[in-house]
């Protein structure tokens, strides 16, 4: 028998199932398909269990009748002596109140002393042959308390915000190439506010829904379904997830999840059900605990906090690795002048610095033209520190393949100028990244140096000379400036009373 022929036969609810078989009481076998299967010797117990309960046997000695240490009737006759005493209990409460109903007093008139008195009197031995009046027994459904563990359930929600914001990040890098990792200002938008909230209300419902349970709630043993061990509806799933979302985490506010956040540790610290459990019916929530031991005196509660601890660290490298992956240029090994420049431009784009804006593009004939931003007025921008004409590229091309780039800059008179680093680094990158031979490690290290040129004590006039030879390219610099003054940050000063002058080649040339 299937769980639900085994709920239809038994009339007991799917959480008393579990629960009994979490006992050991009842052992179902596995099929195939990894499903229980409940033989008629469970559905014999289980019937069993069901009548001892409504007698008032405590599952203890149930189980040890099981184990054959405690005989049927020295068990009944315990139980008989419960029975009676709380039938006699119910007796006298049932005399009583009709008597106090009788008397007609009003809740300020009412003097209880009196009336505690006769319920406080030993009851008088029942008349000999006469039965004692008792109403039908009321069912007895077995099942785990609900979860009043706030620290864990704080952690698990927390642990499963993570994990939305890093599968949201991840298809983020994936699809629009976004920088989340060298942009913070990008980065507390992608993992603070509504996103967060966004990514929650649509998953939740859904692993609550088909699993009862979350990544957060599995890894720390909690789980969330009907009081019968039911999974919640997707309506109910939905209900519950959205008023989390609002009561629990304040849509994602900042200052007022915090709040709000806190406010719920300390419900359920009070041993309290929260305001979105309330709303449904029968909501349960399990602590994966046992009667008579906690959740963490089972070794696999600490594997599964150490599985948390592995599972936060992939998600990080998922994350570093993702950005990798984003910073990657689209177009690798040989590549049309086009492609190139897309790379180019997707390059720039990718590694602004937080908080700046990607003013210039470079275009297929070489030159930058500069972005027009819709209802935004054309602003010129002039950089105080950087005169000279923006760099023209010239471009090397065999049957359609663009094998090198190369430009020339010049300045002279007062103009400041300063050695275009990221021109240089970014024309590497886009061309080289991907070919064979040239490794990431080796790409970045060349670009890092050429950022780096001209760094160290300020000179006048001198030159400044860089070379590279990959496997299968070569990279060259050079610059001679007479009257200019080279700063430690790369800025070309004009000195007074002088001519000044400065030209700049940069070279890239694939050989192979």
């Keep these: 028998m299937t769980i639900k022929e085994i709920e239809q036969a038994t009339g007991l609810p799917r959480a008393s199932v579990r629960f009994y078989e979490s006992e050991g009481l009842i052992a179902p076998a596995r099929g195939e398909n990894g499903y229980r299967s409940y033989s008629p010797d469970d559905r014999n117990t ?210 007022i999840t915090d709040i709000t956040q806190g406010y719920s540790l300390y419900q359920i610290y009070k041993g309290r059900r929260l305001g979105w459990d309330y709303d449904l019916d029968e909501v349960a929530y399990w602590d994966g605990s046992r009667p008579g031991s906690s959740y963490w005196d089972c070794s696999k509660s600490y594997v599964k906090l150490i599985a948390a601890g592995i599972l936060t660290a992939v998600c990080i490298f998922a994350i570093v690795n993702g950005h990798y992956d984003a910073m990657a240029p689209r177009h690798q090994g040989d590549m049309s002048v086009a492609q190139f420049v897309e790379n180019y431009n997707d390059t720039a784009r990718f590694r602004l610095q937080s908080g700046s804006e990607l003013t210039h593009l470079l275009t297929e004939d070489g030159t930058f033209k500069e972005i027009e931003y819709p209802g935004r007025p054309t602003q010129i921008i002039i950089d105080s520190f950087d005169q000279a004409p923006p760099v023209e590229f010239e471009w090397t091309v ?14 002279e008179g007062n103009t400041l100028t300063a050695i275009p680093y990221e021109e240089m680094a970014y024309t590497v990158w886009s061309l080289l990244y991907g070919l064979e031979g040239v490794s990431t490690d080796e790409l970045n290290r060349v670009c890092e140096e050429l950022t780096r040129l001209g760094g160290g004590t300020p000179s006048p006039n001198g030159s400044v000379t860089y070379h590279h030879s990959f496997s299968c390219a070569q990279v060259d610099f050079r610059m001679v400036s007479t009257d200019y003054i080279l700063s430690s940050f790369g800025t070309i000063f004009p000195m007074e009373d002088g001519q000044p002058s400065c030209t700049m080649e940069f070279s890239l040339l694939r050989t192979a």
């Design 46 to 255: 289980l019937l069993k269990i069901k009548l001892l309960r409504q007698l008032d046997v405590p599952l203890e000695d149930i189980q040890a009748m099981q184990k054959g240490t405690r005989a049927l009737e020295s068990v009944l006759d315990e139980a008989l002596t419960r029975l009676e005493r709380e039938s006699d209990r119910l007796e006298r409460s049932h005399a009583l109140c009709r008597d106090l109903r009788a008397d007609h007093p009003t809740y300020q008139q009412l003097d209880p002393q009196p009336y505690l008195k006769r319920l406080e009197q030993p009851s008088p031995a029942p008349t000999p042959g006469q039965p004692t009046p008792s109403a039908p027994p009321t069912p007895v459904y077995d099942r785990l308390p609900d979860a009043h563990c706030p620290f864990r359930r704080f952690f698990a929600r927390n642990f499963d915000l993570f994990v939305y914001n890093v599968l949201f990040i991840l298809a983020c890098q994936r699809l629009f190439r976004v920088n989340l990792i060298g942009d913070s200002d990008v980065l507390r938008v992608f993992t603070g506010g509504l996103v967060p909230v966004f990514v929650t209300l649509l998953v939740e419902p859904l692993l609550l829904h088909f699993f009862c349970t979350t990544p957060g709630k599995f890894l720390f043993g909690l789980r969330i379904t009907r009081g019968d061990g039911s999974p919640l509806s997707l309506r109910e799933a939905f209900s519950r997830t959205g008023g989390v979302l609002l009561r629990g985490l304040g849509l994602g506010i900042p200052v």
């Design 398 to 411: 065999e049957d359609g393949v663009l094998q090198g780039v190369s430009f020339i800059r010049q300045a």
